[in-house]
């Protein structure tokens, strides 16, 4: 078969765009591989055997021209449009990103915060109340369990993909993409919820009114989710805290004012933050598309369905992953659960809500992270010879050390702020006016080692998303969900129920293990994976 030098110089063209000036033969190859070259047509269309026979010639014929007419086409663009960091002043970038990025991430918790602040100082928030007896609690925290892990997978793929669109100043597809999975997500909880009370009828496990409260909290903390997660993608998270602060004032004024039921006026409430949230969204949308001049095309569903599947499943569930632990316990002693399926266990929660600070705290690590991550992995690759492309990997796993080694930081500061709240009469006690129970202080321990090392899996998880491997991930979670299960079960039955949060321990362990060791892996190659990704 007879070489074809036209084809040849405009696939070379492509690669050029896409990669510049390669650092090696295989980010050639992952170039073309993501262009859609097929090993199979490169004979027919190219004259040669194999993919890597085509991309070694690519290559060679690329590193033969003027490295001034190989910019791909960001580095085209003018040097105003493109400004960069200089090489030499990496530790003052790092310490700039590190001041913005881990407030930002704790800032963005603040909704968070808000509810923790509400509970302590007047017993209630948007979901909670500190008046509801054991089944009211098992009811409302069941649906909010629901509504989270219903509407993980939504809102994973909502943010990555309207988040393309956004970066890609595609406007219009990000508000259609945002307005589909919505709607998907609507339609996919109704499903689920439809077929737990058809169950529930047949087998009349718990009262009709029970599982319809776990509905309604499950659907309307489900949407909320679901109506708010664009805002990370078009970069208005400031507007989630106005919304839960709005609605949290609307829900104490409706308690402290009104005769309405405990139920009633958390779900108006929430109603608000929904309505609110697609209020501002509609108007930005509104004038934003205004001003978009480019083609108002729809993206293609299944091209959406097919590049995120493993971020759906991923979405969901990292949060089963979370919750396991909690049905395990709630569900071991016999005695207290012989009429139900499981009942809400007051001092196990109070222990894991404890010890879930510890993640919270680690969530802005994460956040600096990613952003420093990026930002130097664009830097190291414009800045990095050939020669010396082992070095590209090597450089970034350093900082990625330093990353891990900022969490064990954190998690020394956070542990000692929990001591001080536990043991001082200023922290717990004066906070929730009773003592705390010691089982929940074991639960805690063990709980905040668990969120420790899941943020750690977790931050992993961002890393290998940055660089589109999502599938090791998914594995790694699905193997940890079913250690953790299965240790959380053995255990609480065999020992005692609050030990089901073992299980939640060595499932962070693995989750960790196993994600930590596709990263050593990955550093080893980056500047393929990192092309293959981009």
Same mark, same amino acid.
């Given at each position: 078969?007879? /070489? ?16 510049? &000036? ?14 859609? +070259? #097929? ?28 490295? !001034? ?24 970038? !790092? ?27 007047? *017993?209630?928030? %948007? ?27 939504? /809102? ?9 669109? =956004? ?9 259609? /993409? ?6 998907? *997500? ?52 400031? +507007? ?9 004032? $609307? ?52 091209? +959406?369905?097919?590049?995120? @599947?493993?971020?759906? $499943? ?11 632990? #909690?049905?395990?316990? =709630? ?7 012989? #009429? ?35 930002? $130097? ?14 070095? $590209? ?30 043991? &001082? ?41 940055? %660089?589109? #491997?999502? &599938? ?30 073992? *299980? ?5 362990? +693995? ?19 990192? @092309?293959?990704? @981009?």
């Amino acid at each position: 078969m007879p /070489v074809n030098r036209k084809n040849i110089k405009a696939v070379e063209m492509q690669v050029i765009d896409k990669v510049g &000036n390669p650092v090696s033969v295989m980010v050639v190859k992952a170039a073309l591989e993501s262009m859609g +070259v #097929r090993e199979k047509d490169v004979i027919v269309d190219y004259g040669y055997n194999t993919l890597m026979e085509l991309a070694e010639l690519v290559y060679q014929d690329i590193k033969q021209r003027d490295v !001034k007419e190989v910019l791909n086409i960001n580095e085209r663009k003018p040097k105003n449009l493109n400004k960069s960091i200089p090489i030499s002043d990496y530790l003052w970038v !790092k310490a700039k990103l590190f001041a913005k990025f881990y407030p930002l991430g704790i800032f963005h918790l603040m909704p968070v915060f808000i509810q923790i602040a509400s509970i302590i100082v007047y *017993g209630y928030s %948007l979901w909670t109340y500190m008046g509801f007896n054991i089944i009211q609690s098992t009811s409302v925290v069941f649906g909010v369990i629901l509504g989270i892990v219903l509407s993980g997978g939504y /809102v994973q793929v909502l943010g990555r993909q309207a988040s393309f669109y =956004w970066n890609h100043k595609e406007y219009y597809k990000t508000k259609i /993409v945002t307005k589909r999975l919505v709607i998907s *997500g609507i339609k996919g909880m109704t499903a689920v919820f439809a077929f737990l009370l058809i169950i529930n009828y047949v087998l009349g496990t718990y009262p009709t009114t029970f599982v319809l409260v776990t509905i309604c909290y499950g659907f309307l903390i489900g949407l909320l989710l679901l109506v708010m997660a664009p805002y990370h993608a078009i970069r208005q998270r400031w +507007v989630i805290s106005v919304v839960i602060v709005v609605s949290s004032l $609307f829900a104490l004024m409706l308690h402290f004012n009104t005769s309405f039921h405990i139920y009633i006026t958390q779900w108006l409430s929430i109603l608000l933050a929904i309505s609110l949230s697609q209020l501002y969204l509609y108007v930005f949308f509104k004038l934003k598309i205004t001003k978009d001049t480019s083609e108002n095309l729809k993206p293609r569903q299944l091209m +959406v369905i097919y590049k995120n @599947y493993p971020y759906f $499943f991923y979405g969901i569930l990292i949060y089963v992953f979370i919750f396991i632990d #909690r049905f395990l316990a =709630w569900s071991a002693d016999i005695e207290l659960t012989y #009429r139900y399926l499981f009942l809400y266990e007051k001092s196990y929660e109070i222990g894991m809500d404890l010890a879930i600070v510890v993640f919270f705290i680690l969530v802005g690590v994460m956040e600096y992270a990613i952003a420093s991550f990026t930002k $130097f992995m664009d830097l190291k690759q414009r800045s990095i010879m050939v020669v010396d492309k082992h070095n $590209f990997g090597k450089s970034l796993y350093e900082n990625y050390k330093k990353h891990v080694l900022i969490l064990f930081v954190m998690l020394l500061l956070v542990s000692m702020f929990l001591y001080c709240f536990i043991t &001082n009469s200023w922290g717990y006690q004066t906070s929730f006016g009773e003592q705390i129970d010691v089982l929940s202080i074991r639960v805690c321990v063990i709980g905040g080692l668990g969120y420790f090392f899941l943020s750690w899996a977790m931050l992993n998880a961002l890393y290998l998303f940055t %660089l589109n #491997r999502p &599938n090791e991930v998914l594995k790694a979670l699905i193997v940890s969900s079913i250690i953790n299960f299965t240790i959380g079960f053995f255990i609480s039955r065999w020992v005692s129920y609050e030990y089901s949060v073992v *299980g939640m321990l060595i499932g962070s362990v +693995v989750f960790m293990v196993y994600t930590t060791n596709h990263i050593k892996a990955y550093f080893k190659q980056l500047d393929f994976y990192y @092309y293959a990704a @981009y």
